[in-house]
């Protein structure tokens, strides 16, 4: 097939399944606004990326349009259902599969009734709708009577795979933009209470990724006395993220929002078999078996995350357990492979070619 795919060439999602598409043998052009140009080149050279000229979405619908007259593709796969779904839906090209990603379901239409109509017209233009979680394809279809397909973001289980390691310390990880939602505020309360109720336990917390409050955070672990064992690395290379969870023995994610909607980190840090440590938000709750492969604590409650840190960081074994059970969940359910032929499948269907 040829697949125009149009979504954010800055994205790691966007460019593996653009390098996934491309792997399979399709021909891939990927649209992508100027501003969401890909600072890592990971773009494989077989797929072809255009940058829109103009700022912001609905001022490029000419430029889409020409390339796609161009390149004619036998489907457009626009991902992210307000931005860059207005865009295709203004680029009026058919079949059009629309992939929904989170915030722009569950965020964007409770700002406004007018913000809710707009997500309604473009998933009603749209031929298909993907979604990469379950619990996410239920909140779509609030705005459309479509079904839509679910089309996780999985692991290459070659890459993202356990590596066992001997020391005593028991290494916490946190690894997401450090914003709001994300929690991290709260990781460090919660690990501030676990080094006063355990002194005994010899815990420290990695924290891997940069964002607006990454300073608000180191002050914050200064403020509650864990600096000595909390260390910010920083943003890492996605190349690079399985040798950051490679060194975690318990992986953390204290999402605050619902619009956490899939957990990638999460389910990357289960294939390389660590046990997880989740908020209650929709996403993480899906990946998460609770006592099987980590444990769900309420959102934004550091008291019930203390509690579960200490319950892994104390025992060994269960960390073991859960970890092998983690890693062969992910082998089940998040395989890349199968979730790109899942992807393959629906756009096929889509530009009736199956």
């Not at 940058?51 to 457009?76: E, I, R, S, W």
């Not at 318990?250 to 440590?277: Q, R």
């Not at 089940?332 to 009736?352: F, H, P, S």
Request: net charge positive.
């Amino acid at each position: 097939m040829k697949i125009a795919l149009l979504s954010a060439a800055n994205s790691v999602h966007t460019v593996k399944i653009a390098n996934g598409l491309a792997g399979l043998g399709h021909a891939v052009a990927l649209y992508s606004l100027a501003a969401h140009a890909d600072p890592d080149n990971a773009v494989d050279p077989a797929v072809t990326v255009t940058y829109l000229p103009k700022k912001g979405y609905a001022a490029n619908a000419k430029a889409l349009k020409q390339g796609l007259a161009a390149f004619g593709p036998d489907v457009l796969y626009a991902h992210y259902a307000t931005g860059y779904g207005t865009l295709a839906r203004r680029a009026a090209f058919h079949p059009t599969v629309l992939a929904v990603w989170g915030s722009d379901v569950y965020d964007f239409p409770r700002k406004s009734p007018f913000h809710a109509a707009l997500l309604r017209r473009n998933l009603a233009f749209a031929d298909a709708v993907f979604s990469t979680s379950r619990c996410m394809a239920r909140r779509t279809m609030q705005y459309t009577a479509k079904q839509p397909l679910v089309t996780p973001f999985g692991v290459d289980l070659n890459v993202f795979r356990p590596q066992p390691h001997a020391r005593g310390q028991v290494c916490i990880g946190f690894l997401k933009t450090i914003a709001p939602k994300y929690g991290l505020d709260v990781l460090l309360r919660a690990f501030a209470q676990l080094t006063r109720k355990r002194p005994d336990l010899d815990v420290t917390l990695s924290v891997y990724g940069d964002g607006p409050k990454a300073g608000a955070m180191q002050a914050l672990s200064r403020t509650l006395g864990v600096a000595e064992k909390v260390t910010f690395f920083g943003r890492v290379p996605h190349a690079d993220v399985p040798a950051a969870l490679q060194t975690m023995d318990i992986f953390c994610a204290p999402s605050t929002l619902n619009s956490e909607s899939f957990g990638v980190a999460a389910v990357e840090a289960m294939a390389c078999g660590l046990p997880c440590v989740v908020s209650d938000v929709d996403g993480l709750q899906e990946v998460t078996r609770h006592g099987e492969t980590g444990l769900t604590v309420p959102r934004r409650n550091a008291d019930a995350l203390c509690d579960a840190l200490i319950k892994l960081a104390e025992n060994g074994g269960l960390r073991r357990t859960m970890g092998q059970a983690a890693r062969e969940r992910a082998a089940v359910a998040y395989d890349w492979q199968n979730n790109l032929r899942t992807i393959e499948r629906g756009l096929a269907k889509a530009a009736g070619k199956q």
